[in-house]
């Protein structure tokens, strides 16, 4: 299975950080952020890694070169301007294939096992959904007891920005910039998105305070890395 991890975004909540560097590089307890990406998926067997990248996507490719530091082979999606989640999606489905793959948030951290992933059985994606955070607690869908995702309904839990994806759900939109959410969202009302609740240790990485917690958890806690 490939991997595709989003790194395009500017990283505008991360100002001032962000301003000559990427967000994907901002150190976290000795290493990039997009780094522990890397090993993680590493050590999952996850080997093949797409990487769409765009604000000071030069700076990124240099550090990371072809993964093999890391164990894996990356392949380059570049956007000339941010295409948002869906459009870089779309993009790059020539790298990616047409076989479902594990989609990561590159401004994420999150303990989940992945070596051993769910089958979609014919749903479009399959979410990872955490417990509603301090920062987001209206949560995003409702997980039910069958697994299914929906728009409505409670209790309601946060994507956490990993997901494994059928490429087939934005096979057929136009190139350009457009974002996923929506196309989510019409899937869940066809009843073809699928969930689970992952308890373990999640960090939205969208501030600079939040990085400095995760920076301390993970320096704490090196066998988490």
């Known amino acids: ?7 395009a975004g500017f990283g505008t909540r991360m100002r001032p950080l962000t301003d000559h560097c990427p967000k994907p590089l901002l150190p976290v307890a ?13 050590a ?23 993964g ?15 295409l948002e989640t869906g459009g870089g999606i779309r993009q790059a489905l020539p790298l990616l ?7 990561v948030n590159g401004d994420i951290w999150c303990d989940a096992e992945l070596s051993a ?31 299914a995702v929906h728009v409505d309904g409670t209790p309601r839990l946060t994507f956490a920005g990993l997901s494994l994806i059928d490429p087939a759900l934005v096979a057929d939109q136009p190139p350009g910039a457009f974002a996923l959410a929506p196309l989510l969202k019409r899937a869940m009302d066809a009843g073809q998105v699928s969930g689970q ?5 999640w960090v ?9 917690a995760l920076d301390t958890y993970l320096r704490q806690s090196p066998a988490a890395q």
Not at 30 to 42: N, S, V, Y
Not at 46 to 63: K, T
Not at 197 to 201: M, T
Not at 204 to 212: E, F, I, N, Q, S
């Open 30 to 42: 000795g290493k990039p952020l997009i780094a522990h990406h890397l090993t993680r998926l590493a």
């Open 204 to 212: 939205d990485v969208g501030t600079p305070a939040r990085l400095d």
């Open 68 to 82: 093999s530091d890391y164990g894996v082979r990356i392949a380059w999606s570049r956007e000339e301007t941010p």
């Open 97 to 103: 294939g047409t076989a479902p793959f594990l989609l």
């Open 117 to 147: 992933l769910p089958a979609l059985k014919g749903a479009l994606a399959h979410l990872w959904l955490v417990d509603n955070p301090d920062h987001h607690p209206a949560g995003d869908f409702h997980l039910d007891d069958a697994g």
């Open 44 to 66: 999952a067997g996850i080997d093949d890694i797409v990487i769409n990248v765009s604000y000071r996507g030069e700076q990124i490719i240099q550090a990371l070169g072809d």
């Open 1 to 7: 299975m490939k991997a595709m991890i989003l790194a």
């Open 197 to 201: 609740h992952h308890r373990g240790a």
